[in-house]
């Protein structure tokens, strides 16, 4: 059973662009959710997290929206750049650990 | 910024052979956990060690692995007869309390042949 749901698989923009990647989750256990991103050859980097008692949270230019009726969060990243070019994952878990990663999204951001 | 160590970066081991994967979580972290990502897969987590023993396994964490905490600083994944199924990256990570982000290594590549 695929506890976390991620869409798209790939994702291209252009330079100043907006990517959104979505993700669903099934257990209304969770309470934490997590953006990653990874880069080739590197672990996961905690990009920002969410609880599941505010709709958004914003920092710098990634912004979380969350929909806890619907069970959904997305990642919005504002005014994309080439160095955003990665592998972005979500995750979600009951407290910070045992995390249930999505099957990722490879962004590629074009000049 | 202090950050999860692991050695080696890549592992190439024959089929049936122990493979022993090594971490260094951050200093005053009390919370260890190993994941793993098949090729273009997605991040899995193996098991989580906290207080000297393992707070949960997942189901790919059966009888082969075990993990070991043998000093105050290091944080170990055995994997007694490596399979063919067993090549992935190896991710450890780290959090301070509970509840707290983890933090992740840069992996261990392991090829079984």
């Known amino acids: 059973q695929q506890q976390v749901k991620q869409s798209p698989q790939s994702l291209i923009v252009q330079k100043g662009g907006i990517p959104i990647i979505n993700c669903a989750y099934e257990n209304t256990a969770f309470d934490y959710f997590p953006w990653y991103q990874q880069f080739p050859g590197k672990g996961p980097a905690l990009l920002i997290a969410?609880?599941?008692?505010?709709s958004e949270k914003k920092e710098g230019r990634f912004t979380i929206s969350f929909n806890k009726s619907a069970k959904q969060f997305s990642l919005h990243i504002m005014d994309s750049q080439p160095g955003d070019s990665a592998t972005y994952f979500c995750?979600?878990?009951?407290?910070?650990?045992?995390?249930?990663f999505g099957t990722g999204t490879r962004l590629t951001v074009i000049p | 910024e202090p950050e999860v160590t692991q050695t080696p970066s890549h592992q190439v081991t024959q089929m049936g052979q122990e493979v022993i994967l090594r971490c260094v979580p951050i200093?005053?972290?009390?919370?260890f956990y190993w994941y793993r990502q098949i090729l273009g897969q997605k991040v899995e987590f193996l098991v989580s060690?906290?207080?000297?023993?393992?707070?949960?396994k997942s189901e790919i964490f059966d009888d082969q692995f075990s993990v070991e905490r043998p000093d105050g600083s290091n944080f170990t994944l055995k994997i007694r007869s490596t399979k063919l199924e067993d090549s992935a990256m190896y991710f450890c990570?780290?959090?301070?309390?509970?509840?707290?982000?983890?933090?992740f290594g840069n992996g261990t590549r392991l090829t079984v042949t």
């Open positions: 990570a780290s959090s301070g309390l509970d509840n707290s982000p983890l933090h």
């Open positions: 995750a979600a878990s009951t407290g910070a650990n045992n995390l249930f």
């Open positions: 969410i609880r599941p008692d505010v």
């Open positions: 060690f906290y207080n000297n023993e393992i707070s949960e």
């Open positions: 200093s005053n972290h009390l919370y």
